[in-house]
């Protein structure tokens, strides 16, 4: 297992909810560490891939925090089931945003459930739900600045590639290709769970960019060949 993947795979208590939430940059950080060098198209799509896994991770370590944040918050509530706090947990992402919508859902079931105060039971439904949703954004926040910021590195390289004129046609519109999926994801780091990076590249017109102009021959290099 790798250090960044263990960083959320621990999240199994209380304790180690609240010491990630003091680093919520710690997953990006061992992330980016763990990343091995890329330069070729298979490399990066390789790469690609595990950025795109590290995010859909986040989401997945989210789904156990909130259990946790409910079976504490509920902890003397008899009212909202395991069931329930089972599909609150799982479903707790599409909330974001919506969070009305989970308490008054959170209220219907309490109230279903004979709690002596429904809106007390759903404020506390709502705790849990804006501590780990904001857990979500912060250690999202480091994941998606490493995918920009590797981006934008990777931007130069593939132009270079797409007009070199000593590459064959077929590798050069491929990094031309490359390049403007780097441009997109620079703008929009989760432009990487759209689709395999292949994918995302085989989507995109075909285009083959201008070769760099060759440079000129000077009196200098004239009598250097001589």
Known sequence: MSSAQ?????????ARIEALEAEPGVYAERLA?????????????????????AVRQIDAMIVRAMRVRLDHVLAADTSIGGPTRSVFSSTIVGYAGKLPLLAQRARDVAAR???????????????AARSVLGLREAVRAGVLALIRELAQAAIPDADRRARDRNLDEPVRRRWSAARRDFAAVAVEPEHVLAAPMAARLA????????????REVTFADMIELD
């Not at 263990?6 to 209380?14: F, P, R």
């Not at 799509?45 to 896994?53: K, P, Q, S, T, Y």
């Not at 459930?113 to 705790?127: C, N, Y």
């Open 6 to 14: 263990h960083a959320l795979d621990q999240i199994h208590s209380l």
């Open 33 to 53: 560490a763990e990343l091995p060098a890329a330069a070729t198209l298979t490399e990066l799509e390789a790469r690609d891939a595990v950025l795109a896994g």
């Open 113 to 127: 459930g004979s709690a002596a105060d429904p809106d007390r039971i759903a404020e506390a439904v709502l705790e």
């Open 203 to 214: 989507a995109l017109p075909d285009q083959l960019d201008e070769p760099a102009p060759e």
